[in-house]
């Protein structure tokens, strides 16, 4: 399917533009928030024009698709992120190919990063995620046992806490939205007062693109968005 280049930039723009108004309404500036542009089911070509126009972070959802679409993406200067569920049994093949990964959500898989990072003699930045919502079908940790479990991997000398993730239930309404992102917010503060060992609390990541608006509002430091910049995502995957 043939479509043009130049949506994926003005979109860009948009998001940009949007980025920086939702900063203004929370007295924020807007260095304070980095966009992620979700690159799962896109093309090479049109990750590649959203970088051509300044995109510098991108995230993926698969290790496979990943792999598999690296070698045509300009990935100079721009970091990659997973985002996406992680098995234990893929990540030696994706620790060292990214920069961060966002979706650690046991300790059993930070064990698996921490040992497959020590092999390479590196250190792998990662992203606890927290299952905000209760959701029985969402990864993620309980806010309840999320201490427990950074004092856990803190310990860990191949991998470095950098803050935490989540993806929220879908809301409709943007008081119910904000107060989902509110209640994220106050559990990235509360861990960042406890100076946990090797734990870094500086990169908050939520809000897409429904959300990332009252995300912002609420203390994002990185919103994670794909359609809005891609367009709508065409499945199956590559
Ligand atoms: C797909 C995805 C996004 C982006 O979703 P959009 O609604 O397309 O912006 C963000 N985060 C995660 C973890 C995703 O899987």
């Given amino acids: 399917m043939e479509r043009s280049l130049d949506d994926v930039r003005d979109n860009l723009r948009i998001i940009e533009q949007t980025i920086g108004e939702s900063c203004l309404k ?3 500036r807007p260095e304070e928030v980095t966009l992620l542009g979700v690159t799962k089911t896109v093309e090479p070509d049109r990750i590649n024009a959203a970088i051509a126009a300044g995109l510098n972070h991108i995230g993926e959802n698969r290790v496979q698709e990943y792999l598999g679409k690296r070698d045509d993406l300009n990935l100079t200067g ?16 994706i620790v ?4 961060m990964i966002e979706s650690v959500d046991s300790v059993h898989l930070a064990e698996a990063i921490d040992d497959a990072s020590r092999k390479l003699n590196r250190v792998t930045d990662v992203l606890v995620e927290v299952n905000i919502g209760g ?8 806010p309840e046992e999320l201490t427990d479990i950074l ?34 917010y106050k559990l990235f503060i509360d861990i960042k007062a406890k100076t946990i060992d090797n734990v870094c609390m ?32 065409q499945y199956p995957v590559l």
């Fill in 135 to 142: 959701e029985e079908a969402k990864s993620g940790v309980s």
């Fill in 202 to 233: 500086d990169i908050l990541s939520m809000g897409m693109s429904a959300d990332y608006r009252e995300a912002i509002l609420e203390g994002a430091t990185m919103v994670r968005v794909g359609s809005a910049l891609f367009g709508r995502r």
């Fill in 96 to 99: 060292g190919t990214v920069d």
């Fill in 26 to 28: 929370a007295g924020r």
């Fill in 78 to 93: 721009v970091e990659v992120h997973l985002i996406g569920h992680l098995q234990t049994n893929k990540v030696s093949r």
């Fill in 151 to 184: 004092e856990n991997i803190g310990t860990f000398s191949g991998i470095r806490v950098r803050g935490l993730m989540t993806v929220p239930p879908i809301l409709e309404t943007e008081k119910e939205k904000r107060a989902v992102f509110s209640k994220m």
